[in-house]
């Protein structure tokens, strides 16, 4: 423990800011996972410093040092969820590639850990700042992951080239998410579909279109 406090104490003491390698990012990665166990378990009233030291294996003073509180674990969940989320899809069509992104948030959300998960960030992103820009980091990097999706399927003449493709990809996963979130309602592949249906007939009639 006291070689971990060591190594910790070497570190700029700046939430996630730091994904060195070796024995640290064996700290941070357990720390991490405690912390996504902790979310899914109580959700984020209930994250405390020590339990998560513990549930990691790690000193105290590494996880206060190296996070300084629950936000600062959350922050860097949601960018390391960012870094290892699954890459996009090349299906061929436009309409397949959004079909399996709008499967891949379906998944997600229907997931009970994952879903719990994300239920926990968001509410801690609607009360902290920090927490909040970390939850608009990871929804920008997923929407520039997917981007060119949008690119291919106007190079195909699938859709205006002048179609903002992040506006695209927004309507498909909002109303995902706002039965998720908003109304708590059951979840199912009708409402993937449903989504991708919208986002096209949407973008068909130029909702999307860059002006």
């Known amino acids: 423990m006291e070689q971990e406090t060591r190594l910790s104490e070497s570190q700029p003491a700046v939430p996630g800011?730091?994904?060195?390698?070796?024995?640290?990012?064996?700290?941070r990665r357990a720390v991490l996972e405690a912390t996504e166990d902790a979310l899914a378990t109580a959700g984020f009233h209930a994250l405390n410093m020590d339990h998560i030291a513990a549930g990691a294996g790690v000193g105290k003073t590494t996880v206060y040092r190296r996070w300084g509180s629950p936000v600062g674990l959350v922050a860097d969940l949601l960018r390391d969820m960012a870094d290892r989320?699954?890459?996009?899809?090349?299906?061929?069509?436009?309409?397949?590639?959004?079909?399996?992104?709008?499967?891949?948030?379906?998944?997600?959300?229907?997931?009970?850990?994952?879903?719990?998960?994300?239920?926990a960030v968001i509410a801690a992103a609607a009360c902290d700042e920090e927490c909040?820009?970390?939850?608009?980091?990871?929804?920008?990097?997923?929407?520039?992951?997917w981007a060119p999706v949008v690119r291919r399927g106007a190079e195909r003449g699938e859709i205006a080239p002048d179609t903002d493709g992040a506006e695209l990809?927004?309507?498909?996963?909002?109303?995902?998410?706002?039965?998720?979130?908003?109304?708590?309602?059951?979840?199912?592949?009708?409402?993937?579909?449903?989504?991708?249906?919208?986002?096209?007939?949407?973008?068909?009639?130029?909702?999307?279109?860059?002006?």
């Open 17 to 27: 800011t730091v994904r060195p390698g070796g024995r640290t990012a064996k700290v």
């Open 85 to 119: 989320s699954l890459p996009a899809s090349d299906t061929g069509s436009l309409a397949g590639d959004l079909r399996a992104n709008a499967a891949l948030v379906l998944r997600i959300l229907t997931d009970r850990r994952m879903g719990a998960v994300l239920r």
């Open 132 to 145: 909040a820009e970390a939850l608009s980091g990871f929804y920008r990097a997923r929407l520039e992951e």
């Open 169 to 211: 990809l927004r309507a498909v996963s909002a109303p995902l998410y706002y039965r998720f979130i908003i109304t708590r309602e059951p979840l199912g592949p009708a409402d993937a579909e449903r989504a991708v249906a919208a986002a096209l007939t949407a973008a068909d009639g130029g909702a999307f279109t860059v002006r």
